[in-house]
């Protein structure tokens, strides 16, 4: 049973692909099916997006870049995400995202960067090759991980399904968080700490020669770029032993059987590995094969044709899908910007008067939601200085109606208790307390609310 089903909270699943190159099957199959697949499961708040800052990182070819985020975009739409119920959106969309990168980044270690694998890598071949360590190596493969916490954190993800290779990043995102949180949490977490998944039934797709389907191999068989005549072309070239028609074959050793296993139900499976025991030749196998593969992905060429003839439907898509996730990023790094000091507290809430600057401002009432799920309210002069902070309600409409109450009722003759504050009440339930020197201004303000 899904675990997250059981509990009451939604659980907040975010993965990104960095987009800079075509989607291959081993990509669909190890990712996108299994991300789309989760999506649809009850208390998941998905979040995928395409991570083309990270792309700069790997390429430098701008033709490339647009090329591959279209391509992947065009490719999980066409998989069948359901771009209204998940937050589908392009990393670059969101400014915020860099920001806090900025801010990560000056908690970050340079140590703990040092230790990352694609950097000691790099650092690795260039001492083989008796180059300087640091040769072509970029502040960016530096401090991918840093963006990639960034990511990550800026939405409170408690799961990152990823690949093994990204186990590291996930720690490194932790301990970013924790340093943050330990640095400017003043008792609350900013952060959530985020979780690896890894999905152990979900297929790792060998390539044409047997080794982990990878670009960087160049042994992949295509999605939906060529079409069905390129995916055909592909699955010829897979290597196979060579015992002819009517002997019988090794099903577990043939990437063949692997290929073909990550397409079918276990009964199709069943039957391919026995007919493979039987003596099936390997073209009638790689027929086989085609005809599977093709089933599950055939449907969805002509909407990903679509797409791609059509990158306009894409762009409102993306657009739509940024605009869903800064709806999180915007109000949270404002609180972010407070937390680290790069603005008041009273400036640093939604609206374009907060900081009471602009013509006409007024005193506002700002409701929110507290660290332990309660409900609060800020009351701002109109010069964006903070007056007061409200009671934390757990009934958001009590909150609502006592403020309101507040607001009309006259406020002379109330009494300040011993340590000078005065319980302003409705309905006998106390809403805030405010220091009796603020009185005047907390009384102006409530009157323009
Ligand atoms: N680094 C990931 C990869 O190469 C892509 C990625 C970027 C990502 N940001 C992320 C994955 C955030 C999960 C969460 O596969």
Redesign the pocket.
């Known amino acids: 049973m899904n675990p997250s089903a059981k509990s009451p909270a939604q659980t907040r699943v975010?993965?990104?692909?960095?987009t800079s190159g075509t989607p291959h099957l081993g990509n669909y199959a190890g990712?996108i099916r299994p991300a789309i697949q989760s999506s649809t499961e009850p208390g998941v708040d998905a979040f995928f997006?395409l991570?083309d800052f990270?792309a700069l990182i790997k390429c430098a070819d701008p033709a490339r870049v647009a090329q591959s985020r279209m391509e992947i975009a065009a490719t999980w739409i066409a998989a069948g995400l359901d771009t209204d119920r998940v937050t589908f959106y392009r990393?670059s969309d969101v400014p915020e995202i860099p920001e806090l990168c900025w801010m990560l980044t000056c908690v970050t270690a340079k140590g703990l960067m040092n230790r990352a694998h694609a950097y000691k890598a790099s650092v690795d071949a260039n001492a083989l090759k008796g180059v300087d360590p640091d040769d072509g190596v970029t502040m960016g493969l530096f401090s991918?991980p840093v963006?990639?916490?960034a990511?990550?954190l800026m939405f409170n993800?408690h799961r990152?399904?990823?690949?093994r290779?990204?186990i590291q990043?996930?720690e490194m995102?932790r301990d970013i968080a924790q340093r943050f949180n330990h640095q400017y949490g003043r008792g609350t977490d900013l952060f959530v700490l985020?979780e690896v998944q890894i999905d152990e039934d979900v297929a790792t797709l060998p390539g044409l020669d047997g080794r982990k389907m990878s670009k960087s191999y160049n042994n992949t068989i295509p999605l939906f770029e060529g079409g069905a005549r390129a995916l055909k072309a592909a699955v010829a070239q897979i290597v196979t032993d060579s015992r002819l028609p009517g002997e019988p074959k090794d099903a577990e050793s043939s990437h063949l059987y692997t290929l073909y296993r990550a397409f079918a139900s276990t009964q199709q499976a069943a039957q391919f590995r026995a007919a493979l025991e039987g003596g099936l030749g390997w073209g009638d196998a790689k027929q086989a094969l085609c005809e599977q593969i093709e089933a599950q992905i055939g449907p969805m060429r002509a909407q990903y044709a679509d797409l791609m003839d059509h990158p306009d439907r894409v762009e409102a898509i993306l657009q739509a899908g940024a605009e869903k996730a800064r709806r999180v990023a915007v109000p949270f790094m404002d609180r972010l910007r407070e937390a680290v000091g790069l603005r008041q507290p009273a400036m640093a809430t939604k609206g374009k008067n907060a900081a009471g600057t602009g013509k006409g401002s007024k005193a506002r009432l700002v409701s929110f939601r507290d660290e332990d799920g309660r409900f609060r309210q800020r009351l701002f002069a109109a010069d964006g200085a903070e007056l007061l902070l409200s009671e934390p309600f757990a009934d958001p409409k009590l909150l609502n109606r006592l403020s309101r109450q507040l607001a009309q009722a006259d406020l002379s003759g109330v009494q300040a208790d011993a340590q000078g504050l005065i319980s302003l009440e409705a309905d006998g339930q106390c809403w805030a307390r405010c220091p009796v020197a603020a009185l005047e201004q907390v009384r102006q303000a409530l009157a323009q609310i």
């Open positions: 975010l993965t990104g692909i960095t990712a997006f991570a990270h990393q991918y963006l990639m916490a990511d990550i993800a990152v399904p990823v690949g290779d990204q990043h996930l995102a985020p």
